[in-house]
């Protein structure tokens, strides 16, 4: 069934924000309905029961985090560590800004794994989601692209410590946005704080060579 975008956009708001703090089992369509500001009964219509409006939510969720990383594969082939960290964690923090209910939904489910087990339908969509994440991650993990790192480290301890570094600096930087208006952040301040961050990681890990150079947009 066709649903206006304006009280589609709303239902969806709603559940995500609602799911995401509260999880299935805990969450009413009567409470996304009220913070939708729309009658239950037409949460139902739309969506037929609970279970079918969470089903929507998770293809939803994995139509927008494939959107933002469609082609990472490509951007990554042929770079070095740090640029290839640099890539993903830009792409993930950008995607974040733009819509951080997804995330929290996400997050959400994959900290509560009895939240993917809601339908088969769910189970099968979080596993595949599940899968996609993973063959990047193993990507970066398994990179060989390491004759850039310093010789005195060893390079599996190298990585080690990148990925700490780039993590925490990302939670940092979404502590940091926080729940402020899109329309408040500066990309270009928050971007350019990054870069140089993935700058001083070349100096501190790479040869002379390896860390001298620019990072990419």
């Not at 975008?5 to 009567?30: M, P, W």
């Not at 927008?64 to 951007?75: K, L, T, V």
């Not at 700490?164 to 952040?185: C, F, N, R, T, V």
Request: with cysteine; aromatic share 12%; net charge negative.
């Amino acid at each position: 069934m066709t649903i206006p975008e304006d009280k589609q956009d709303r239902i969806i708001r709603a559940a995500l924000g609602e799911f995401g703090r509260y999880g299935y089992a805990k969450t009413s369509v009567e409470q996304i309905a009220k913070a939708a500001g729309i009658s239950k009964g037409m949460v139902f219509h739309y969506f037929g029961t609970k279970a079918g409006l969470y089903e929507y939510l998770i293809e939803y969720c994995d139509r927008y985090i494939d959107e933002y990383y469609q082609n990472s594969d490509e951007f990554i082939e042929d770079v070095d560590y740090i640029e290839m960290y640099r890539i993903i964690t830009k792409i993930k923090l950008k995607a974040y800004t733009r819509d951080r209910s997804v995330f929290e939904f996400l997050t959400m489910i994959f900290l509560h794994p009895e939240n993917s087990n809601v339908t088969e339908k769910v189970t099968e969509c979080v596993s595949e989601m599940a899968k996609k994440r993973e063959v990047i991650l193993s990507k970066i993990r398994n990179s060989k692209v390491d004759s850039c790192f310093r010789s005195d480290i060893k390079p599996e301890d190298v990585k080690r410590y990148i990925n700490w570094l780039i993590e925490g600096y990302s939670q940092e930087l979404i502590a940091l946005i926080g729940d402020k208006p899109l329309a408040e952040l500066e990309d270009d301040y928050l971007w350019d704080e990054f870069d140089e961050i993935m700058l001083n990681l070349k100096k501190i890990f790479y040869t002379h060579e390896g860390g001298s150079g620019d990072v990419d947009d």
